[in-house]
RNA sequence: GCCGAUGUAGCUCAGUAGGUCAGAGCAGCUGAUUUGUAAUCAGCCGGUCGGCGGUUCGAAUCCGUCCAUCGGCUCCA
């Protein structure tokens, strides 16, 4: 007998080889008929795979991460089998879980695959599921894992297992399909109930855009069509918050393919909006010590020869303009790190005058790939809201938290909980990608990790996405649809002193090079604004939209007083509208309420005697009756609540 | 840049075995209505059916190409 610690720290004996189901079962045939797998001493196992010493065992289902995560994996092998019936011949990539479902990347040789095909393979697979295949594991050799592999001709997974190590390999067999595969796998097929199979792409193997393109099939599942159900209603859902949905039924900001792609047009509401958020971050940057400078947007090529932007991306930018007569070079600026240098070294300084803290909204231009433009997320033209701080070396750890606070402080006033933070160091093996020294490298990453450390910050640490000046740390934020995007971001770079030469004098009376941090809370407007759009699906909070409120007449009789109304609430510094139109008051209310505008005042015979407004809050409904002065100081004191003094 | 898809009025969309197929709703304009908490009624205006080529007696519809957009891949100073 073996002894099986379960969650609850209870002990149970068991026979030896028994199985996770085994010990489900023994608990309760519900919870049998719902395990998918189990974390056997937090290692994920197949249920039905045999136990053979004292060990801790948790039951996997549905709810579980790992359960969903088996259940997805299970389901691109079904896949994978269901093509394979219905395209003899393909070769398969790898098939992971991720997190909305799973794929695979298969090479179907001549042969594309076009959406009718996706039902067809879904189609496969839900006959497939039906039979309740089993997922069979073996344990095999390498040579023997090879010899299936060449047998079959697929070089992909050839190349996976030549680069494992010697000794037991497990493969998993399901149906007529066997695949290399670590598992762990759910007992049967038949607990895949739903099964939508949602894009088709091309993705490179390995991830090497050197290398073959396969085809890439995305699909979900669930265990119950009802589930399926509702994740297809919640992508409705998150459909209707798109910024660029968005952006267009609140007029904030347009494309035109007369201006080009990745161009932003911002429309007057945008631009309100967004000169509201530049107010707000001066404001604080004021306090925190930051002077602001202005930059041309065009800068000498050999501005960015020296700063070694034009060698690494000088290929993939925009081609430099020159002048007509001399043909001398300039490019739109791509960052304004260099500009800021030059006007670091327009005179002297001293170590009394640092750190200096260089802020600029500047405009900057980037040739982005045609297939990554994207909505306002990624354009080729944004506003950095952009601060170099030169400070000396035993000053960055408090500059790089004083950075830190500002980020916090944006996202605490515009209510962003769910973020992440990634520290980006270089990749070690890779170290020709990089500028600098390795004793500045090592210097900075210690740097930022402890600083992240001593904040308490939840980071997770990239290896090889740092930028190729230095180390940085980003703070991430998800879209409508759960695409992760890098919001702000904080980079300590000790190259492009060296490299423009920047000089303090200390009080040692000797020359010593300052460091740079490159910083942008925001990160971007055009991005920023964005996600706040999504974030909040259109209803900014009072302090930020556009028009705070709107003055709805019951009829054309009370428009003088509604024009009364709108002058007292502009004197009190309130943004407002006034809906005139000859229309009822039911439709100037869905107007107002699909514009999101915060604040509906209703004002008609009652109103006018009595010299009030009846007060209707978006998406909320009727608040009664309000003395103009009351409902003033309300709008102001909801102001004052949601955005405090940094 | 690569893979797959899409592109019809300002917006949302209908219309393709090629032939009164250029339509609807909303928006806009004009008029009527004078309205009490999510759509008043009527009339009118509006499109070289993404651009350019081709096939055909005839193309929104078929083919080619370019552009843009959407979902991914790669990239992201």
């Given amino acids: ?82 093509i394979e019936q219905l395209f003899p011949g393909t070769k398969f990539g790898i098939g992971p879980d991720v997190e909305n479902g799973f794929y695979y990347d298969i090479d179907t040789g001549e042969r594309t695959l076009n959406e009718a095909d996706l039902l067809e393979i879904e189609k496969k697979m839900t006959e497939l599921a039906r039979q309740s295949q089993t997922f069979e594991r073996k344990d095999i050799s390498k040579d023997a894992a090879l010899a299936h592999f060449s047998e079959k001709g697929d070089e992909y997974k050839l190349e996976l297992i ?146 070694g932007h034009y060698e690494k991306y000088g290929q993939d930018s925009f081609r430099p303009i020159s002048t007509p007569e001399e043909g001398e070079e300039f490019l739109l600026k791509p960052m304004n ?31 982005e790939q045609t297939g990554e433009l994207h909505g306002l997320t990624r354009v080729r033209s944004f506003t950095q809201d952009d601060a170099h701080i030169f400070c000396t070396p035993d000053q960055v750890k408090a500059e790089f938290e004083g950075v830190i606070d500002i980020v916090m402080y944006i996202f605490k006033t515009l209510d962003f909980k ?84 920047l000089e303090y004098v200390g009080s040692d009376n000797q020359k010593h090079r300052p460091v740079m941090i490159h910083r942008a809370p925001f990160g971007s407007m055009e991005r920023f604004v964005a996600v706040l759009i999504e974030h909040c699906a259109g209803k900014f909070p009072l302090w930020l939209t556009p028009d705070q409120c709107i003055i709805l007449p019951i009829s054309d009789k ?33 107007d107002a309420e699909l514009k999101r505008i915060p604040y509906m005042l209703i004002v008609g015979e009652k109103e006018e005697m009595e010299q009030t407004v009846s007060v209707r809050r978006q998406s909320e409904g009727d608040l009664g009756s309000f003395s103009i002065a009351d409902f003033s100081e309300r709008v102001h004191e909801e102001v004052r609540k949601s955005i405090e003094e940094f």
């Avoid at 001493?41 to 549905?62: C, F, M, P, Y």
């Fill in 1 to 82: 007998m073996i002894r099986i610690t379960l969650p609850d720290n209870s002990v149970r004996e068991f026979p030896e080889g028994v199985t996770s189901l085994e010990i489900a079962k023994s608990i309760s045939e519900g919870l049998a008929r719902n395990v998918l797998a189990a974390k056997v001493n937090g290692e994920v196992w197949d249920a039905k795979r045999q136990i053979q010493h004292d060990s801790t065992v948790k039951l996997l289902t549905w709810n579980d991460v790992d359960g969903k995560s088996a259940f997805w994996h299970s389901s691109a092998h079904l896949m994978a089998e269901a």
């Fill in 337 to 367: 790190c260099p500009h800021h240098c030059e006007i670091y070294k327009y005179k002297p300084r001293s170590y009394k005058d640092l750190p200096i803290r260089m802020a600029e909204f500047g405009t900057v231009y980037r040739y």
């Fill in 418 to 501: 769910d973020f992440t933070t990634q520290i980006s160091l270089r990749d070690p093996g890779n170290k020709q990608k990089y500028i600098g020294s390795e004793e500045n490298w090592i210097k900075s990453e210690q740097a930022i990790i402890e600083v992240a450390k001593k904040r308490g910050l939840n980071f997770q640490i990239e290896v090889g996405e740092a930028a190729f000046y230095g180390p940085k740390m980003d703070f991430m934020v998800r879209d409508a649809i759960g695409r992760k995007w890098q919001l702000g971001t904080i980079q300590i770079d000790y190259n492009l002193p060296e490299r423009f030469e």
């Fill in 558 to 590: 009370y428009n003088e007083y509604a024009k009364k109304v709108f002058e007292l609430l502009k004197n009190s510094d309130i943004r407002s509208l006034i809906d005139e139109r000859a229309e009822k008051v039911g439709r100037k209310i869905r």
């Fill in 162 to 307: 030549s680069e494992l190590e010697d000794g037991t390999i497990s493969l998993y067999e399901s149906g007529t399909f066997t695949d290399l595969c670590r598992g762990p796998h759910l007992p049967d097929t038949s607990f895949i109930k739903a099964i939508k199979l949602t894009s088709i792409a091309g993705a490179y193997w390995r991830g090497d855009e050197t290398r073959k393109q396969l085809t890439r099939v995305y699909g979900i599942t669930f265990p119950k069509k009802a589930e399926l159900d509702e994740y297809l209603v919640m992508l409705e859902e998150a459909k209707k918050r798109d910024h660029r949905r968005i952006g267009k039924e609140l007029e904030l900001f347009t494309f035109s393919q007369n201006v080009g792609a990745g161009l932003p047009l911002w429309l007057p509401k945008g631009a309100d909006l967004r000169e509201r958020l530049e107010t707000f971050l001066k404001k604080a940057q004021k306090r925190a010590g930051y002077e602001q400078v202005n930059t041309p947007h065009i800068g000498s090529k050999k501005l960015y020869v020296t700063s």
